[in-house]
């Protein structure tokens, strides 16, 4: 399946000395992103990266993600518009690496396909839904208290259904 926005990156475009890559979302992948993500709207979407040649074969990315999306409020589901700007740095795998699987605190490890390429979009992408805000709310936007009150603990939920 391709990814809605897909910046292939062939083997060998980073030489000794690097290069720098310019990603910007056309408007149609924008609002395909923008339906996966369950945004309202993705506005802009782009992200300028220096590549350079690491040990190993690996390829280190580093940039800055730039985004411009809305969200609906968690509370209110009005448009909340916000503005993103969030770090890249990605280690760049030689084809046949497997990422390590405990890397917390380190870059995110990037996958090449078998040929080498790089899909620099998806990862991209990735990055943009880590960034976005997981409980968006209008300025001011308050559940009332009687919400609250009348929704009671989940735990009394569990009490109920422990008696019977």
């Known amino acids: 399946m391709k990814p809605e926005l897909s910046r292939i990156l062939r083997p060998g475009a980073v030489g000794p ?37 690491a040990p190993g074969g690996v390829i280190r990315a580093r940039g800055m993600l730039r985004a411009a999306v809305v969200q609906s409020c968690v509370v209110t589901l009005e448009p ?6 969030a770090p890249i740095d990605w280690r760049i795998l030689p084809p046949g690496e ?3 699987e405990d890397l917390d605190d380190g870059p995110d490890e990037i996958e090449s396909e078998p040929d080498g390429s790089i899909e620099l979009g ?43």
């Open 17 to 53: 000395k690097g290069r720098t890559e310019q990603l910007e979302a056309t408007p149609e992948e924008r609002a395909i992103l923008a339906d996966r993500l369950g945004l309202i709207a993705l506005d802009a979407l782009s992200a300028r990266l220096e590549l350079v040649p």
């Open 80 to 85: 909340v518009p916000q503005t993103i700007e």
């Open 122 to 164: 998806e990862a991209l992408a990735q990055d943009l839904a880590l960034a976005l805000d997981p409980y968006p709310r209008s300025p001011g936007a308050e559940i009332p208290a009687e919400a609250i009150d009348a929704a009671g603990s989940p735990f009394d939920a569990l009490r109920a259904l422990k008696k019977h």
């Open 98 to 100: 497997e990422p390590a």
